[in-house]
């Protein structure tokens, strides 16, 4: 069964600049009220960032990602944030015109109180449900900062050490072949999980991350690198140094930002996420992953898709 949903633990730095009040909850779940949206909607028609203070560039370097991806192969793309709990994300991609509507995705899904229906919210489950009777559903997903949390228990979520590469597998089965995965994560040159807060991706678990896409490009603060992984260290590099540093613990002060906008520059090993541009290749999913995937993939295609085990939808 589902444990019940308990209210995650959020922090105003998680939150755009003058709307940590206007985040509600109803049961442990996010609220997004008519107030929060316009809020944000002010903020970008005045020309101010939405990006949250603890990722003072993120959604800016997520609407520059988009310009590295030729077209998606729809003038309005299908499009869904993994992962959310204020919709700083969603309110970009929607003023820019990205996307007509925008449907939120995650474990404990946002109660939208809004007029409309721009945007929209599924629980995981009913996810993983719709890809059983319908397929592949989005043209373009983007998720940051939330992968990297899967499967710790930080967001009352169940307890998976490999829960990151299982939302991944579920990301690369939403999207149709040649769609968009622009992901944010924690890059590092280290491989670590830091108690049940988060993951630093290095070397090692990176690659593993995104072995089924197709790195085509990455962005951190205003800055394009094209090309995978061969390319790593290239300036402004994908990996933080956190070899040989004294890590420190906390939030970082609001004072720091200007150091951490330049080569160099410290900041905190969670907030470096450059975001990954990356596509799911033009292939079928029995040529791409062996075992489960395969299996279930080859199973949707036949409509024996309520023949297989529930495995896929978390509990």
Same mark, same amino acid.
């Given at each position: 069964?589902?444990?019940? $949903?308990?209210?995650?633990?959020?922090?105003? &730095?998680?939150?755009?600049? @003058?709307?940590?009040?206007?985040?509600?909850?109803?049961? @442990?779940?996010?609220?997004?009220?008519?107030?929060?949206?316009?809020?944000?909607? !002010? !903020?970008?028609?005045? &020309?101010? /960032?939405?990006?949250?203070?603890?990722? =003072?560039?993120?959604?800016?370097?997520?609407?520059?990602?988009?310009?590295?991806?030729?077209?998606?192969?729809?003038?309005?793309?299908?499009?869904?944030?993994?992962?959310?709990?204020?919709?700083?994300?969603?309110?970009?991609?929607?003023?820019?015109?990205?996307?007509?509507? $925008?449907?939120? $995705?995650?474990?404990?899904?946002?109660?939208?109180?809004?007029? &409309?229906? %721009?945007?929209?919210?599924? *629980?995981?489950?009913?996810?993983? /449900?719709?890809?059983?009777?319908?397929?592949?559903?989005?043209?373009? +997903?983007?998720?940051?900062?939330? +992968?990297?949390?899967?499967?710790?228990?930080?967001?009352?979520? =169940?307890?998976?050490?490999?829960?990151?590469?299982?939302?991944?597998?579920?990301?690369?089965?939403?999207?149709? =072949?040649?769609?968009?995965?622009?992901?944010?994560?924690?890059?590092?040159?280290?491989?670590?999980?830091?108690?049940?807060?988060?993951?630093?991706?290095? =070397?090692? !678990?990176?690659?593993?991350?995104?072995?089924?896409?197709?790195? #085509?490009?990455?962005?951190?603060?205003?800055?394009?690198?094209?090309?995978?992984?061969?390319?790593?260290?290239?300036?402004?590099?994908?990996?933080?140094?956190?070899?040989?540093?004294?890590?420190?613990?906390?939030?970082?002060?609001?004072?720091?930002?200007?150091?951490?906008?330049?080569?160099? @520059?410290?900041?905190?090993?969670?907030?470096?996420?450059? #975001?990954?541009?990356?596509?799911?290749?033009?292939?079928?999913?029995? *040529?791409?992953?062996?075992?489960?995937?395969?299996?279930?993939?080859?199973?949707?295609?036949?409509?024996?898709?309520?023949?297989?085990?529930?495995?896929? $939808? %978390?509990?």
């Amino acid at each position: 069964m589902r444990p019940p $949903v308990q209210r995650a633990t959020v922090h105003p &730095g998680q939150l755009s600049v @003058g709307t940590h009040g206007l985040v509600g909850w109803d049961s @442990g779940r996010p609220v997004w009220t008519e107030a929060l949206l316009a809020a944000l909607d !002010r !903020r970008l028609e005045q &020309g101010q /960032s939405v990006s949250p203070p603890d990722y =003072p560039h993120a959604a800016e370097d997520v609407l520059l990602a988009l310009t590295q991806v030729a077209a998606l192969g729809a003038t309005q793309p299908r499009t869904a944030v993994w992962s959310s709990i204020s919709p700083w994300l969603e309110s970009a991609l929607l003023r820019n015109g990205v996307a007509r509507r $925008v449907l939120t $995705v995650d474990y404990n899904a946002p109660r939208i109180d809004a007029r &409309g229906d %721009r945007l929209m919210a599924m *629980e995981l489950g009913q996810a993983c /449900s719709h890809y059983c009777s319908r397929g592949s559903a989005f043209d373009l +997903i983007v998720s940051f900062s939330g +992968i990297e949390h899967d499967g710790l228990g930080r967001y009352h979520d =169940p307890l998976d050490p490999d829960g990151d590469l299982a939302a991944m597998r579920e990301v690369w089965l939403q999207l149709r =072949p040649g769609g968009v995965l622009l992901l944010g994560v924690p890059t590092s040159d280290t491989d670590a999980t830091i108690v049940n807060g988060h993951r630093l991706y290095g =070397p090692t !678990r990176l690659p593993l991350l995104i072995r089924d896409f197709e790195l #085509v490009a990455r962005v951190w603060d205003g800055h394009v690198v094209r090309g995978g992984l061969e390319r790593a260290n290239e300036t402004p590099t994908l990996w933080y140094g956190r070899t040989g540093r004294v890590m420190r613990r906390g939030f970082a002060p609001r004072g720091d930002w200007g150091r951490s906008r330049h080569p160099g @520059g410290e900041y905190w090993d969670w907030q470096h996420q450059p #975001v990954l541009v990356l596509r799911k290749p033009k292939r079928r999913a029995a *040529e791409m992953l062996p075992g489960w995937v395969a299996k279930w993939s080859a199973a949707v295609q036949e409509g024996r898709c309520k023949q297989m085990p529930d495995w896929h $939808v %978390r509990p």
